[in-house]
């Protein structure tokens, strides 16, 4: 019912800068119920909350990116994005996006945009 496709990875140096886009396809479900959000694991480590925003707009984010990242969402193109700025090679990891519609427990995973931080 639900499918999520990121896209924007790729390898970067360091300083350097990505944006990263979610679509979310879905015959039955508006993207506007869905708060969104972007995952990263990196290579031996636990999968993290990067940030999130919800339906109205709202932004949370991990310490780690707080004024480097800035996540935002149009809905008439149902998608999701995460500019990366100043990014550091502690960034590389697999980035996944996230969706979980109002009223509901269990959320759709798009399946990951591996970004590389690297000189």
């Given at each position: 019912?639900?499918?999520?496709?990121?896209?924007?990875?790729?390898?970067?140096e360091?300083?350097?800068?990505?944006?990263?886009?979610?679509?979310?396809?879905?015959?039955?479900?508006?993207?506007?119920?869905?708060?969104?959000?972007?995952?990263?694991?990196?290579?031996?480590?636990?999968?993290?909350?990067?940030?999130?925003?919800?339906?109205t707009?709202?932004?949370?984010?991990?310490?780690?990116?707080?004024?480097?990242?800035?996540?935002?969402?149009?809905?008439?193109?149902?998608?999701?994005?995460?500019?990366?700025?100043?990014?550091?090679?502690?960034?590389?990891?697999?980035?996944?996006?996230?969706?979980?519609?109002?009223?509901?427990?269990?959320?759709?995973w798009?399946?990951?945009?591996?970004?590389?931080?690297?000189?």
């Open positions: 019912q639900v499918q999520l496709v990121e896209s924007g990875g790729g390898l970067v360091p300083g350097g800068s990505l944006r990263l886009s979610c679509v979310l396809s879905s015959t039955v479900f508006s993207f506007g119920l869905f708060a969104m959000g972007w995952y990263r694991q990196a290579p031996g480590k636990q999968r993290e909350l990067v940030a999130t925003i919800t339906t707009k709202v932004t949370n984010y991990v310490d780690s990116v707080k004024s480097r990242f800035t996540i935002s969402r149009d809905n008439a193109k149902k998608s999701v994005y995460l500019q990366m700025n100043s990014l550091k090679r502690e960034d590389t990891a697999v980035y996944y996006c996230n969706a979980l519609r109002i009223g509901t427990s269990t959320p759709y798009g399946q990951g945009t591996q970004v590389t931080v690297s000189s």
